[in-house]
């Protein structure tokens, strides 16, 4: 696992626009780490980056989110695919995968027009098995604000 030192949430989000770089279209991300450790915030980055203008919230009571992509500032590895959907999934409250598939996930899983960004991805470890899954774990550093984020390509 690679690793990145970020020091505020405005690094964090940086991260997240760099990230998308090495991602194609139909990946999955996991987002594993403590409650106030930036995955809402990495999120947030991600969202930024593909020009979505809503607020970004870690969507706990709905549990899913879709955020429409309208033009990417994003070159990924295949500029064939476009990604056009960002699906935000908050699992804190999910007692296991089947949830997620009964709350409509699976229609978003494996299509290359959708980027499926999972916060509390240990909570339903069946997801590692999707085709094109990548873990991003946040950790705290030495101060309040610091946060590692280590990630596999």
């Known amino acids: 696992m690679k690793k990145y030192i970020s020091t505020s949430p405005a690094d964090t989000k940086k991260f997240a626009e760099r990230i998308l770089k090495k991602i194609k279209g139909g990946a999955v991300l996991g987002l594993v780490g403590e409650l106030g ?9 991600l969202a930024k980056a593909f020009g979505v203008k809503k607020t970004v919230n870690s969507p706990t009571f709905v549990i899913m989110k879709i955020y429409d992509i309208r033009e990417s500032r994003i070159a990924n590895r295949d500029s064939r695919i476009i990604i056009r959907q960002l699906i935000h999934v908050d ?3 999910i007692n296991n995968y089947q949830e997620l598939l009964d709350i409509g996930l699976g229609e978003y899983l494996n299509k290359k027009e959708n980027l499926v960004v999972i916060e509390w991805a240990e909570k339903t470890p069946e997801i590692k098995k ?23 390509q």
């Open 91 to 93: 699992a804190y409250r």
């Open 130 to 152: 999707v085709p094109g899954y990548r873990e991003v774990r946040f950790t705290p550093g030495k101060s309040d604000n610091m946060r590692v984020i280590s990630y596999n």
């Open 37 to 45: 450790s930036g995955k809402t915030v990495f999120v947030q980055g």
